[in-house]
Nanobody
Framework: QVRVVESGGGLVQAGDSLRLSCAAS????????MGWFRQAPGKEREFVGA???????MYADSVKDRFTISRDKDKNTMDLQMKKLKPEDTATYYC???????????????????WGQGTQVTVAS
């Protein structure tokens, strides 16, 4: 079974840092884009950032210069390092891995990716 699983969420204070991880299993995603999305209560899911098979990255303006995505293709994992967290970063964070290789940017459509169950990040003010 192909799946991705997030870990590392929690409750932090504004200004703190937190690192999320995503582990993929069932197939290799070496040639696929991977990324992070988030959804706050009452809001639509939004793109956070993505990383391609070459290490190329892209970020939402709201997290640029604060969040950094990295991946280890050998371990089939991806991380999201979050710094200077703000209360508005509070959300459930989802890992996504593109089902099709060599496609960029990462699609936001449900059917185009393998999605994790999400991990909660809460930033207290």
């Amino acid at each position: 079974q192909v799946r991705v699983v997030e870990s590392g969420g929690g409750l932090v204070q504004a200004g703190d840092s937190l690192r999320l991880s995503c582990a993929a299993s069932g197939r290799a995603f070496r040639a696929s884009a991977m990324g992070w999305f988030r959804q706050a209560p009452g809001k639509e899911r939004e793109f956070v950032g993505a990383i391609g098979w070459t290490g190329r990255t892209m970020y939402a303006d709201s997290v640029k210069d604060r969040f950094t995505i990295s991946r280890d293709k050998d371990k089939n994992t991806m991380d999201l390092q979050m710094k200077k967290l703000k209360p508005e970063d509070t959300a459930t964070y989802y890992c996504a891995a593109a089902s099709v290789a060599f496609q960029w940017p990462l699609s936001q459509k449900d059917d185009d990716n393998i999605w994790g169950q999400g991990t909660q990040v809460t930033v207290a003010s």
